[in-house]
């Protein structure tokens, strides 16, 4: 079966920082682009960032660029997101997911219409 755990939320004062996982099972991710979005309450999904695990390629949504990283550990199967300097509009559940093959050509996946898989979210919190 496939999987997607995400875990690592919380809450946490303004300034400070989380390090959000994502596990896949049931799959490995030779070929696949994994996708971090998240969904305030009242508001659409949106996408945070996103990598390819075929060439380790990013890309940020411009509201988390310089503050939030996103890794690969291809041996673990798992995704991070570093999240630093966070402020209260960070404050969403966080959704990890995945779809394969990565796309290329320089194109990523940043709807939510474009994955397949998905984590069932974490809560992130941030009080000002």
């Known amino acids: 079966e496939v999987q997607l755990v995400e875990s690592g939320g919380g809450l946490v004062q303004a300034g400070g920082s989380l390090r959000l996982s994502c596990a896949a099972s049931g799959f490995t991710f030779d070929d696949y682009a994994i996708g971090w979005f998240r969904q305030a309450p009242g508001k659409e999904r949106e996408g945070v960032s996103c990598?390819?695990?075929?060439?380790?390629?990013?890309r940020y949504a411009d509201s988390v660029k310089g503050r939030f990283t996103i890794s690969i550990d291809n041996a673990k199967n798992t995704v991070y997101l570093q999240m630093n300097s966070l402020e209260p509009e960070d404050t969403a559940v966080y959704y990890c997911?995945?779809?394969?093959?990565?796309?290329?050509?320089?194109?990523?996946?940043?709807?939510?219409?474009?994955?397949?898989?998905w984590g069932q979210g974490t809560q992130v919190t941030v009080s000002s």
């Open positions: 997911a995945a779809v394969s093959p990565a796309p290329v050509g320089g194109y990523y996946y940043t709807r939510t219409d474009e994955y397949d898989y």
């Open positions: 990598i390819s695990s075929v060439d380790g390629t990013t």
